[in-house]
């Protein structure tokens, strides 16, 4: 399919604004645009139809089921479209004074509100834009925490899973900490004895995913957060698995004393091919001094937004937040309200279901009930077959599925991570499942099918070595070189994570 | 109201499947003391209609542009977004979908970042963008990052002639990546060149905004120059909006261009969800922070897209990534990408030249009825300072109560400028807009 960029036709116009009859003042000669930007010159029909082609070349949870582990892909309600768009929402100026913008304050603060009681916690700031910003922000609410305490210099070392996200070691070199990495025992929890030798007055304190990115629900839970509490450290919870437990258990009362929640992943916002998300972030009482400004407080009837606060570490983004993701997010939780239980137990519901169903065609590293998701091994079919985990994720895509997430947690060779979500019919589950054990049949019967596959979209298999290499990251107009007539390297694919 | 598909059958199926009689056996492995004991204290579930009217209730407490005569900017605008707009972003293919990590399923939003990041080039003259970034703030953050690694200078330069939402972010960021922040005096609305080379000495990088934040066009081409010459890299905070009449940062030496991309395609929204952009020359390529798409072939030679440059990202590199970031704003950097498609060049040139013209009329029925501009001398582009007599906030205030909103007011970052107004004017402000708002702050 072609590029916007080679449809355009010099000349030719899409939309015009109102030209009023003033006059422009002169751009000195060395400020002024010397050369037009080569943007693309389309009529609106033909610029619509060309992102609407685009689009049948895509795949969203609309399309179809997409069991991405991780990344909790659940139905977007329609409704909430359609409430962003009201321009009272919509056409708000952030500086807007705040007696004019009482809703909106109001919106935002019953939804911190929320995020406490979902949590277990006492304060929240909705000011993160995502999860690996929210994980930033409460590693700086540590260092500040800590350097009230003349503390600062000396715990310098952070302790992660070797389950973990890879935002969370990213994150902990960004806040200029240190990292400590814990090993996964047998039965898949932390290693509690290799925490022990980590574990000292150095430690400021450990970042970790429960259920983990196993999908298994940390059964020392208890005993590792007496062990951080113990040195005087602190707990961080990657909320991005909250939709196993929402109303089941809480993170507060699980030790944490920070938690950040995926707005797009547990309450909905539509991941848009990439973002936007939200990244909210509660805490302990005792970290509240420290959170980001601002903040929304209720003082009687009136809401305002609080800059006031000596010890916050400052501010992380613009203005107040990605409002936009709290409307879709608030309007989710008012939809279930204290039925986000429910929810939760239908997510979990459904992942077992799908794990029963499995289990005995794929290894299963870790034989218990899952949460919310779970991770199979294509090891046996690699060994015996030499069919990979991206073999397995290509020829789903045949069978009209998203794939799982790949080749993460790290810990799992050939993984593949299942999420299915409780928005999705037990007909669909019982449709990839059937899919899912085709496919180890065909293992056996015919190879090639999987390794060519998929057969049925809009490429076959890219070369992502090559992509590497090249490095050719925007269209050179007329420059612009003609890959498929240079050589290719092997591999072309890279095996690395992808999901979650 | 929820969105669960399962019947009652269905569970029990279920449950006999996975070999457990209740749906609470399965958080057997949950420790006892941790499982919450009670129902969650939310307001009661609300119905599709129910939430609607909730909602709507809400949103008619807030005053926004479209009730209320606004000449508010300061870095989020009332620009047009067209129907077009609206219309590709809630195709479901593309609202609904996650990141493209299967390229096979994703050659849809992966081709259309690969247009966005060429558009974002062509009006920055840079030679790589990335997939987004959270805002105009955090890319500056982002861009501190990229030449700390690049430099190993441990100090960056922002002047304060940027909008302070940026120069507080970076603030908070600077501890973490081991940097202090020195910030550089505007006089009379621009940053002095020679003080930008000195404070530049050892400086990984020199942040400038331009147009800054009171609208004025900086000298921006010897700000560049400056910076060079101290051995920093310049990074220039742009709006793509003014790249249509104002030169490319990539043709006047700069080595990272950024800012906030809400100005192009995305509604104000109370601030958000909007997209930060990030571009650099290819040297800095593989320091880039954030998700790039690339072109390659596939195994029959077609032309296809994917992620690429992997090794920078968390998710492969982990502690030693670029940055940790995973989740950005493609859906709204795909809207500055139809928004720019609808304008194209020339649209794109006539709107810099209708704010520049609209502010220049502005300017002068003020100063005509008697308002002292704050920096007279500056050429500016949708935006100027003017001092209006009295408080900022006051003057806010009286206006408001005529159903005009004039403007930010300065006094909250500028302490000189306690009695001056930041007045933004966009296409959709008509010359008959400018008379009520000169006739509001005279009244008032």
Redesign the interface.
């Known amino acids: 399919?072609k590029?916007?960029?080679e449809k355009s036709q010099p000349g030719?116009?899409?939309?015009?604004?109102?030209?009023?009859?003033?006059?422009?003042?002169v751009?000195?000669a060395?400020?002024?645009?010397?050369?037009?930007?080569?943007?693309?010159?389309?009529a609106?029909p033909e610029?619509?139809r060309?992102?609407?082609q685009?689009?049948?070349?895509?795949?969203?949870?609309?399309?179809g089921f997409?069991p991405?582990g991780s990344?909790t892909?659940?139905?977007?309600?329609r409704?909430n479209?359609?409430?962003?768009?009201?321009?009272?929402?919509?056409?708000?100026?952030?500086?807007?004074?705040e007696e004019?913008?009482?809703?909106?304050l109001?919106?935002m603060w019953r939804l911190q509100e929320?995020l406490i009681?979902?949590s277990?916690l006492h304060a929240c700031s909705l000011q993160p834009?995502?999860?690996?910003?929210g994980?930033?922000t409460g590693?700086?609410l540590m260092?500040a925490y800590f350097a009230d305490r003349g503390e600062a210099d000396r715990r310098d070392t952070i302790v992660t899973a070797d389950t973990a996200?890879?935002?969370n070691?990213?994150?902990?070199?960004?806040?200029?900490y240190k990292?400590a990495k814990v090993r996964t025992d047998a039965r898949g929890n932390v290693d509690v004895e290799h925490l022990r030798e980590l574990v000292d007055d150095r430690t400021a304190g450990l970042m970790l995913t429960n259920p983990s990115t196993l999908g298994?629900?940390d059964?020392h839970?208890?005993e590792v957060a007496a062990i951080f509490h113990g040195v005087g450290a602190l707990l961080y919870y990657d909320g991005a698995n909250l939709n196993a437990?929402?109303?089941?258990?809480?993170p507060g009362?699980?030790g944490f004393d920070i938690v950040h929640i995926?707005l797009?992943k547990t309450f909905s916002q539509?991941?848009?091919?990439?973002?936007?998300?939200?990244?909210p972030i509660v805490v302990r009482d005792t970290l509240e001094p420290y959170l980001?400004v601002p903040a929304v407080v209720k003082e009687g009837d009136v809401f305002r937004l609080d800059f006031d606060r000596p010890k916050s570490?400052?501010?992380?983004?613009?203005?107040?937040?990605?409002?936009?993701?709290f409307?879709r997010s608030?309007?989710y939780?008012?939809?279930?309200?204290?039925?986000?239980?429910?929810?939760s137990?239908?997510a979990?519901?459904?992942a077992?279901?799908l794990?029963?169903?499995l289990k005995d065609a794929y290894d299963l590293p870790f034989d218990?009930?899952c949460m919310h998701e779970f991770v199979l091994s294509a090891r046996t079919l690699k060994r015996e077959h030499g069919i990979t985990a991206t073999d397995v994720?290509?020829r789903l895509?045949d069978y009209r599925f998203?794939?799982p997430?790949v080749y993460?947690p790290l810990v799992v060779p050939e993984a593949l991570m299942i999420e299915p979500t409780?928005?999705?019919?037990?007909e669909t589950l019982d449709a990839f499942a059937d899919a899912m054990l085709a496919i180890v049949r065909e293992a056996a019967d015919d190879p090639g099918v999987l390794k060519?596959a998929?057969h049925a979209?809009?490429?076959?298999?890219?070369?992502?070595v090559?992509?590497?290499k090249?490095?050719?990251?925007?269209?050179g107009f007329e420059e612009h070189p003609d890959?498929?007539q240079e050589p290719?390297a092997e591999p072309?694919q890279?095996g690395?994570?992808?999901?979650? | 109201m929820s969105y669960l598909s399962l019947t009652e059958r269905d569970r029990e199926e279920m449950l006999a499947a996975i070999g457990v009689s209740s749906v609470e056996e399965l958080f057997r492995d949950i420790p006892a003391g941790l499982r919450f004991d009670r129902e969650l204290a939310l307001d009661p579930a609300l119905g599709e209609q129910e939430l609607s009217r909730h909602l709507e209730e809400l949103a008619a407490r807030n005053v926004d542009t479209s009730r209320e005569l606004s000449f508010l900017g300061a870095g989020i605008y009332d620009h047009y977004v067209p129907a077009i707009v609206d219309a590709v972003l809630q195709r479901g293919e593309l609202l609904t979908a996650y990141t493209p990590y299967q390229p096979e399923m994703s050659q849809g939003i992966l081709q259309a970042i690969f247009e966005y990041q060429t558009a974002v080039c062509e009006l920055t003259g840079m030679d790589v963008s990335n997939a987004s970034g959270y805002d105009g703030t955090t890319v500056a953050a982002d861009a501190c990052y990229v030449a700390k690694h690049a430099t190993g200078r441990p100090r960056v330069v922002v002047t304060e002639a940027t909008n302070p939402q940026v120069r507080q972010v970076v603030k908070t960021y600077a501890p973490g990546f081991g940097l202090e922040i020195v910030e550089v005096p505007h006089r009379d609305g621009l940053t002095n060149p020679d003080e930008l080379r000195r404070a530049a000495e050892d400086a990984a990088c020199v942040i400038f905004q331009h147009p800054n934040f009171f609208g004025c066009l900086e000298a921006a081409p010897d700000l560049a120059a400056a910076a060079t010459e101290a051995g920093a890299i310049p990074v220039a905070h742009v709006d793509l909006v003014s790249l249509g009449v104002l030169e490319a940062p990539g043709a006047y030496g700069c080595g990272m261009a950024i800012g906030e991309g809400q100005s192009a395609g995305n509604y104000q929204s109370f601030a958000g969800p909007h997209y930060g952009f990030l571009a650099a020359r290819n040297e800095f390529i593989r320091r880039m922070p954030g998700r790039i798409v690339g072109e390659t072939v596939d195994t029959a030679g077609k032309r296809g897209y994917v992620l690429t440059l992997q090794t920078r990202e968390q998710h492969i590199r982990r502690e030693k990534a670029t940055s940790n970031i995973t989740t950005n704003q493609t859906l709204l950097a795909l809207a500055g990408l139809v928004y720019l498609s609808w304008l194209g060049p020339e649209g794109l040139r006539e709107l810099g030249e209708t704010c520049m013209g609209l502010g220049v009329y502005a300017k002068q029925r003020l100063v005509d009825a008697g308002f002292e501009l704050a920096f007279p001398e500056r050429t500016t582009f949708k935006e100027f300072a003017v001092r209006v007599g009295r408080s900022g906030q006051e003057a806010v205030r009286a206006a408001r109560a005529q159903g005009v909103h004039p403007g930010y007011a300065l006094g909250r970052d500028y302490p000189g400028l306690d009695d001056t107004l930041l007045v933004a004017i966009t296409e959709r402000r008509s010359p008959a807009d400018v008379d009520r708002l000169v006739e509001a702050l005279t009244q008032a």
């Open positions: 399919m590029l916007i960029f030719r116009r899409g939309g015009e604004l109102p030209k009023p009859d003033v006059q422009a003042p751009v000195p060395e400020l002024r645009r010397s050369k037009p930007p080569r943007l693309p010159e389309l609106e610029i619509l060309h992102f609407t685009l689009s049948t070349r895509n795949f969203g949870i609309d399309t997409y991405l990344c892909m659940k139905y977007n309600p409704v479209e359609r409430l962003v768009a009201l321009p009272g929402f919509r056409d708000l100026h952030p500086y807007q004074d004019a913008s009482q809703g909106a109001e919106l929320s009681e979902v277990g834009a995502a999860g690996s910003q994980e930033l590693l700086m260092r996200h890879g935002t070691p990213a994150s902990v070199t960004m806040a200029g990292l298994l629900f059964e839970i208890e437990v929402c109303g089941i258990s809480r009362d699980m995926n797009h539509p991941h848009g091919g990439g973002g936007p998300g939200g990244g980001p570490i400052g501010k992380v983004r613009g203005y107040t937040g990605p409002f936009g993701v409307v608030y309007a939780i008012r939809s279930y309200g204290p039925r986000l239980r429910e929810m137990e239908t979990v519901l459904n077992n279901y794990l029963a169903r218990r009930l994720a290509k895509m998203h794939p997430t993460f409780e928005t999705e019919a037990k060519d998929p979209r809009p490429v076959n298999r890219l070369d992502e090559r992509a590497a090249r490095a050719i990251v925007k269209y890959v498929s290719s072309r890279l690395a994570p992808t999901g979650a």
